[in-house]
């Protein structure tokens, strides 16, 4: 462990130390990020390593015992798992300590995607701010684009003056891209479990989806399309057609995915009993989305708190039983039955009328009028370049994505620029989840575990 | 429950604000941690994210009457299951000040109080593994605090060979 202070110059030759760039950091000393021997570590380290979460009575902990935790460093192996590995689902990097085969403690090691973008946000305004968001969950970035939208709008103080249509067309939008992310996690839980072939269905009911939103948005992926104020554009032409096409495609599809996988004896001796979490649990770690649900407490922000329309339409929260990885696959592929119930309800109340607020702060002119009005393309280069002020104020809006709570904390200066835009990303949390669920099992049960928490490491890291 | 019986256990050094309809507590340092264990006693058992925000380029906020401001303000939100409410908790700290971890309270902070400490230099003490999480470990300043400049850094090889 170096402090700044006593790292010497030539370790870094092109830094110049006579005009500090970075003031800050000496108060601390970095301690190595990797999971070290148990004799190095304090003992509320080791117990977090190995998944203690809750203080438990002496019975209780007597029960748990079965996993030894008193080894003998001898008898134990640390191995790496990632960051380049085909189940880690992109650059997740877990270390492991071994005994056999058991799983005794284990660490996540994150931050290889890291790019900054909290930083980034700093930098673009409020009408530019969508760009970010939208590659923060790659997976979900309409439901991104949604909770950065929501907030703006709340700062601006017009979340009451949005259009009917503009909120049916994100809710629309929303369940879509619920479904697909859910699609793309039966398609690599499937691989990572072995089911080579599910990968190849998934993807390709997925790409079904981003087909449409393609069409809708011009982009398969960051759209940039929920924008504070409304959206960026109305539905094409023919969008109910390719809705229902949609609705008609997948049911079907679904039932194959339960042949192939609900319904086998392999597929659920593997995830059944596998990274098992209690409620008590998921909720000190302040896990969402389908890992809280699966441990049978139904909580889901569309129904608890609700945001847009969702408590015009009638629709299910799933839960499990078990919270075991078993539970939350289920979960997923019944909540994309649950999203398509919504879809077709949208489907029968989508109002007709502005797909944006008519409000000229936020809201560009018509593309028509910059051609004829001098006045229009002043208004259109300024609303683009510097964007619209925001009053100053702080602000904490949250929605459901497919992964969990995504909460988006804006503080503005009054500026067109967010002074500090923070992302709550349900992955970042639910990964903490890992060594708790790893615990005592077996190492080729990890893959199964990580698969079942659904980490999008653009979002772990940002 | 409401928020003055939340606020009256611990009278002194709570002020209760509403920030567009949301409910926000600013809380003195000292009591941070009672505060916090009030609030869990009343329903607010999950802690949804703990993050922090530098004012160094923003010196006349508003503020309550009564809160002092300073440089950093850390700022936790709670969530209540049972009474489907949220309360946003803020504390202000001044520069090279540390915290006090809550991870006794709510493990769940223990990944967002490293990502503090990682971005902002703020420490937590009572931390089990206070280690930067997204940043290299070797790595030089804390990157959000607003006297990081962006675009101006070197690049920062580590570990190779000169």
Redesign the interface.
Request: hydrophobic share 40%; charged share 20%; aromatic share 8%.
């Given at each position: 462990m170096?402090t700044?202070d006593e790292?010497p110059a030539?370790d870094?030759?092109?830094?110049e130390r006579s005009t500090p760039?970075?003031?800050?950091?000496a108060?601390?000393s970095?301690?190595?990020?990797e999971l070290r021997s148990r004799s190095e570590?304090?003992q509320?380290?080791l117990?977090?390593e190995s998944g203690s979460?809750?203080r438990l009575s002496e019975s209780a902990a007597a029960a748990l015992a079965d996993v030894a935790n008193d080894v003998d460093e001898d008898q134990t192996m640390i191995i790496n798992m990632g960051p380049q590995h085909p189940s880690t689902h992109g650059v997740l990097r877990l270390m492991l300590e071994l005994q056999g085969e058991t799983v005794l403690r284990c660490k996540p090691i994150?931050?290889y995607l890291?790019t900054?973008m909290?930083?980034t946000g700093e930098?673009l305004s409020f009408m530019q701010g969508g760009t970010n968001m939208t590659r923060m969950d790659y997976l979900s970035p309409l439901n991104n684009e949604l909770v950065f939208s929501l907030a703006t709008e709340?700062?601006l103080?017009i979340d009451g003056d949005i259009p009917e249509r503009a909120q049916w067309m994100r809710m629309l939008l929303s369940e879509l891209n619920r479904m697909s992310s859910h699609l793309l996690f039966m398609a690599t839980n499937g691989m990572d479990l072995g089911a080579v072939s599910m990968m190849l269905y998934g993807w390709r009911e997925r790409e079904q989806v981003l087909r449409f939103f393609q069409k809708v948005t011009g982009l398969r992926m960051n759209h940039n399309f929920i924008r504070p104020g409304g959206v960026a554009a109305d539905l094409p032409a023919g969008w109910r057609d390719d809705v229902l096409a949609l609705l008609d495609m997948l049911p079907e599809r679904l039932a194959e995915y339960e042949v192939l996988m609900t319904g086998q004896p392999i597929w659920r001796e593997r995830l059944q009993g596998v990274g098992v979490i209690t409620q008590s649990e998921a909720?000190?770690?302040?896990?969402?989305g389908p890992i809280l649900r699966s441990t049978g407490?139904a909580?889901d922000l569309r129904k608890?708190?609700p945001y847009l329309m969702y408590d015009e339409v009638e629709f299910d929260v799933v839960v499990g039983l078990h919270g075991d990885a078993y539970d939350r696959y289920a979960i997923r592929l019944y909540e994309i039955r649950e999203s398509m119930r919504i879809v077709r309800q949208i489907l029968d109340k989508m109002p007709s009328g502005n797909f944006r607020i008519q409000n000229k702060k936020v809201t560009p002119p018509p593309r028509g009028r910059i051609d004829e009005s001098m006045e229009a393309l002043i208004h259109h280069f300024k609303i683009f370049t510097e964007g619209f002020k925001v009053p100053?104020?702080?602000?904490?809006v949250?929605i459901e994505s497919p992964r969990g709570?995504v909460?988006c904390?804006i503080?503005s200066?009054g500026s067109s620029v967010p002074?500090?835009l923070?992302v709550?990303a349900p992955s970042?949390?639910n990964?903490?989840c890992l060594p708790h669920m790893m615990r005592g099992g077996l190492v080729a049960d990890a893959v199964a575990v990580i698969s079942s928490i659904d980490p999008v490491l653009g979002e772990v890291?940002? | 429950m409401t928020s003055t019986e939340v606020t009256g256990a611990v009278s002194s050094g709570v002020t209760v604000h509403d920030s567009l309809g949301q409910r926000v507590l600013f809380v003195d340092k000292s009591v941070y941690v009672a505060t916090i264990t009030n609030l869990y006693a009343d329903g607010f058992t999950m802690c949804i994210d703990l993050t922090a925000v530098d004012y160094l380029a923003l010196e006349n906020r508003l503020l309550p009457a009564g809160v002092v401001a300073q440089r950093f303000e850390i700022v936790v939100n709670l969530l209540s299951l049972a009474q489907r409410k949220r309360v946003r908790v803020r504390v202000q700290i001044a520069d090279g000040e540390s915290m006090p971890s809550l991870f006794d309270i709510h493990p769940s902070t223990e990944a967002m109080e490293r990502e503090v400490f990682d971005m902002f230099g703020v420490a937590f003490d009572g931390h089990p593994d206070l280690t930067r999480i997204l940043m290299p470990e070797d790595w030089d300043g804390h990157p959000l605090r607003k006297d990081y400049s962006t675009g101006r850094i070197p690049v920062q090889f580590k570990g190779a060979a000169s």
């Open positions: 170096t700044l790292r030539a870094n030759p092109t830094v760039l970075v003031s800050a950091g108060i601390t970095e301690g190595g990020q570590i304090s509320k380290a117990m977090r979460v809750l994150i931050g890291h900054g909290e930083k930098t709340k700062l103080g909720i000190a770690l302040a896990a969402t407490l909580w608890d708190l100053a104020g702080e602000v904490y949250s709570e909460g904390y503080v200066d002074y500090r923070h709550r970042f949390v990964v903490q890291d940002r | -």
